[in-house]
């Protein structure tokens, strides 16, 4: 069974820096698209950035750009998203999502077939 598996989430000071893995099972990251999304308490879900895994190709939100980073680990299978300068305003629920046979990524939720459970990122003040 095709999975995603959220990992890293956790409680980080103001400031501080954290690193979200996105790991595939089941299937490999061959000419995927993969997404990384948040969604904080009462608010809709907000596209971060996403990257190419046939070449690597990343785009993020503008929001995003200078303080996250995404990168692939074809070997294990896994994307990551390295957070820093965190704010209490990052705060949310951590999601990826990918979606096959893609040569190109985006940050439009509906594109994406396949979810992870999302992972808890608190930041404190």
Do not use: D, I, M, N
């Given at each position: 069974e095709a999975?995603?598996?959220?990992?890293?989430?956790?409680?980080?000071?103001a400031g501080g820096s954290l690193s979200l893995s996105?790991?595939?099972?089941?299937f490999t990251f061959d000419d995927h698209a993969i997404?990384?999304?948040?969604?904080?308490?009462?608010?809709?879900?907000?596209?971060l950035g996403c990257i190419v895994s046939s070449d690597a190709f990343t785009y993020y939100s503008d929001a995003m750009k200078g303080r996250f980073a995404l990168s692939i680990d074809s070997a294990k299978n896994t994307v990551r998203l390295q957070m820093s300068s965190l704010?209490?305003?990052d705060t949310a629920?951590?999601?990826?999502?990918?979606?096959?046979?893609?040569?190109?990524?985006?940050?439009v939720a509906r594109v994406y077939s396949y979810?992870?459970?999302?992972t808890q990122v608190t930041v404190s003040s």
């Open positions: 999975q995603l598996v959220e990992s890293g989430g956790g409680l980080v000071q996105c790991a595939a099972s089941g997404g990384w999304f948040r969604q904080a308490p009462g608010k809709a879900l907000e596209g704010k209490s305003e629920v951590y999601f990826c999502a990918t979606e096959p046979l893609r040569s190109h990524c985006t940050t979810w992870g459970q999302g």
